[in-house]
């Protein structure tokens, strides 16, 4: 028979609280239906421009008029929003059971190297296959918040729900995303926390 790796347990454990919710309220619909802003497309009417009285001078031939080449920068630094996007986009990829590339998950995570081979076996299991996760806010911090928080600057915290075969498994995550080589990954603090819920445990991984 074969052994059942400690991070299946894990994911049987998330299973069993998304059937354990579900079957507690049969009364209620079985998905949960996030309730997104709504945003009011306020178009204001346009205001009326008074018709301009002004008569441009005609361009006497042999006046070509020149037109100078903006000398803006045009290249900028990346703002809050696509720190967002690119923390949002790590994390719905990460925890996308049914993407078979292990290589590019464990590419999302920090200290990938050590902890890879629990998200090879975990790529294995029909548990992780239904695994889904939505990311609710990115709260990006300062350097002193990430050192509070244990984790290099940097970071980000990240609540997001997971949910397993679309049944709400664990709401109200608070995780860790970091910036590494210009990368954002999941953090190795927050992977090892999640994965704990289960009873299974990380190996030893490298401070900082």
């Not at 998905?31 to 497309?41: D, F, K, M, V, W």
């Amino acid at each position: 028979m074969t052994a059942r790796s400690p991070f299946a347990g894990a994911l049987v454990a998330i299973a069993l609280t998304a059937l354990m919710s579900s079957c507690s309220s049969s009364k209620s619909s079985g998905s949960t239906t996030a309730t997104q802003p709504t945003t009011a497309s306020s178009t204001a009417p346009a205001a009326s421009q008074p018709a301009s009285s002004t008569t441009l001078p005609s361009s006497t031939p042999g006046s070509a008029a020149t037109t100078q080449p903006s000398t803006a920068a045009t290249t900028a630094a990346p703002s809050a929003t696509d720190d967002t996007a690119a923390i949002t986009a790590a994390f719905t990829k990460f925890f996308d059971g049914l993407d078979p590339n292990v290589d590019a998950k464990i590419a999302l995570l920090e200290h990938g190297d050590v902890l890879g081979s629990m998200i090879t076996d975990a790529a294995q299991n029909p548990q992780f296959q239904q695994l889904t996760t939505v990311v609710n806010t990115v709260t990006l911090l300062s350097d002193a918040d990430c050192t509070a928080a244990g984790e290099v600057a940097p970071c980000a915290a990240v609540g997001h729900d997971m949910f397993v075969g679309g049944l709400p498994a664990m709401v109200g995550l608070k995780s860790h995303a970091v910036k590494l080589d210009g990368v954002w990954k999941v953090s190795a603090a927050s992977w090892c926390a999640i994965v704990s819920i289960g009873g299974a445990t990380c190996p030893a991984i490298p401070k900082g």
